[in-house]
């Protein structure tokens, strides 16, 4: 079984481009929630998808999109970076049967938007 | 509005000592909560949920909806014990609401 991962580790950007985060869900998962991370603060929900559809999403803007895709990889995508855009964001994968379960949280990527 | 609070960012503790770290919560729904741990250079793990009522490595947790609380609890803090605690809060189903955590640090 093999574990959640996300790539690239770490990422630049400069203010108004665009970017693209990976994650890999854990094996027979059906469930990914991004998150992000500012530094000294807990993470913060941005959105979940479930079988490839969004679930739920937090309080961000339509510019933080998403996709998962049938083998239950996700990416979030996020337009138009600014500066507070500089964070730890996290993907977690979970096997969801009705009821909230156990999120298994992947290493990371950390973005720096300059 | 649904909040989780930690008011404590730094907690010191001795090696045998007891340990309690607070975390508050705000929901007008039946909550289900949770504690997350985060090793040094480590991902962020569940350490343990309430509906479970289970101890793990020695934690414990009590759901308190009177005092809207859920603090987690150690009577003898262990040195691996260090790292940085998350509460979270589950609403809907589908989203986590975090806490902004609190680092323990357990002295020899």
């Known amino acids: 079984e093999t574990g959640v991962t996300q790539s690239p580790t770490h990422l630049i950007k400069t203010r108004g481009q665009q970017v693209t985060l990976r994650c890999s869900s854990q094996?027979?998962?059906?469930?990914v929630s991004w998150y992000q991370q500012a530094l000294g603060q807990g993470p913060q929900f941005i959105f979940q998808?479930?079988?490839?559809?969004?679930?739920g999403r937090g309080n961000f803007p339509p510019r933080f999109s998403g996709l998962q895709f049938p083998n239950y990889s996700s990416e979030l995508n996020v337009n138009a970076l600014e500066l507070d855009d500089s964070a730890l964001y996290l993907c977690?994968?979970?096997?969801?049967?009705?009821?909230?379960?156990?999120?298994?949280f992947g290493p990371g990527t950390r973005l720096t938007v300059l | 509005a649904q909040r989780v609070t930690q008011p404590e960012k730094l907690l010191s503790v001795f090696k045998g000592a007891p340990v309690e770290l607070k975390c508050n919560y705000s929901?007008?729904?039946?909550?289900?909560l949770f504690w997350y741990v985060q090793y040094s250079r480590q991902r962020l793990q569940l350490l343990l949920r309430?509906?479970s009522r289970e101890s793990i490595k020695g934690f414990t947790a009590d759901l308190n909806k009177g005092e809207t609380s859920f603090h987690l609890k150690k009577p003898f803090a262990q040195e691996e014990d260090s790292a940085m605690y998350y509460c979270?809060?589950?609403?809907?189903?589908?989203?986590?609401?975090f806490g902004a955590g609190t680092r323990l640090f357990v002295k020899a």
């Open positions: 094996s027979g998962h059906n469930t």
């Open positions: 979270a809060l589950s609403v809907g189903g589908f989203k986590t609401i």
């Open positions: 929901y007008s729904g039946s909550p289900e």
């Open positions: 998808y479930y079988r490839e559809e969004e679930n």
């Open positions: 977690a994968s979970s096997l969801v049967q009705g009821e909230t379960d156990t999120q298994y």
């Open positions: 309430h509906i």
